[in-house]
């Protein structure tokens, strides 16, 4: 019988029974178990997981585990600098692109309206979250701990926050997205590109008090929304100002 020691660091604590928060546990380990194997049976998803140490030595997720290992597992930093140390991935994705499961339309909105091209429609099932993050290299997005423990899933987000604003900053602030988000570029309805229009061409759809007060407008060729700098525009402004973005 095989049976390694564990200890999970930071908010990985939180996808674990009480008893085994923040101190070292020693558990049994199924036949020829990899790391990833375990961490998972242990109830932490592996995409919520940046790097793991056994022994003391960096190791991937294919590490097959020993009788006697110490297995310390952490989270993405964010005060340690690890680049020294190798990380469980190769390399991060280079565009950010994601896929939201049917609970996170709020969140989706947000992340298109500063540029991030998301899929989300209310009827998207776990396997097609899953396909989509596999077969486009798009980061799933979930409350869901199951989903992203689905094979194919490399890159994946728990979100924590309830509210999609705090979702919003929570997932800004952990994949650092302030310095390649694009405002105002998508449609938060389609995920399709905006483009400006001149006024002329979409007046007629025009509120009149929206006509005589505004001079710039953009149009969605999907949906043929027109958009303005209204007061809606203000506060989405606002929660990107918050997240370090200059949103124009
Ligand atoms: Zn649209």
Redesign the pocket.
Same mark, same amino acid.
């Given at each position: 019988m095989v049976s390694a020691t564990f200890r999970f660091y930071e908010e990985l604590n939180d996808f674990l029974p009480r008893a085994r928060r923040k101190v070292e546990f020693t558990v049994p380990c199924a036949r020829a178990a990899t790391t990833k194997h375990m961490i998972e049976a242990l109830g932490v998803p592996h995409t919520e997981v940046e790097l793991i140490l056994v022994n003391g030595e960096s190791c991937g997720f294919e590490r097959m585990l020993c009788d006697g290992d110490r297995v310390a597992v952490y989270p993405k930093f964010e005060a340690f600098d690890v680049r020294p140390l190798l990380r469980v991935r190769a390399e991060p994705l280079r565009v950010m692109r994601f896929v939201a499961d049917a609970h996170l339309g709020g969140l989706a909105r947000l992340l298109r309206m500063a540029g991030f091209d998301t899929l989300y429609d209310n009827r998207i099932d776990d396997p097609t979250v899953a396909a989509l993050s596999e077969d486009e290299g798009r980061v799933a997005l979930t409350r869901d701990r199951d989903l992203l423990k689905r094979r194919g899933i490399t890159h994946g987000c728990y979100i924590r926050a309830l509210k999609p604003a705090a979702q919003f900053a929570e997932i800004f602030q952990r994949l650092d997205l302030a310095a390649s988000a694009r405002p105002f570029t998508l449609?938060? &309805?389609?995920? &399709?590109p905006?483009r400006t229009v001149a006024k002329a061409e979409v007046a007629p759809q025009l509120p009149p008090a929206v006509r005589a007060s505004h001079e710039e407008f953009l149009t969605?060729?999907?949906?043929?929304?027109v958009f303005w700098r209204g007061s809606h525009w203000r506060r989405m402004k606002a929660l990107l100002e918050s997240q370090g973005v200059a949103a124009g």
């Open positions: 449609c938060l &309805a389609c995920n &399709a905006l969605c060729d999907v949906c043929q929304g």
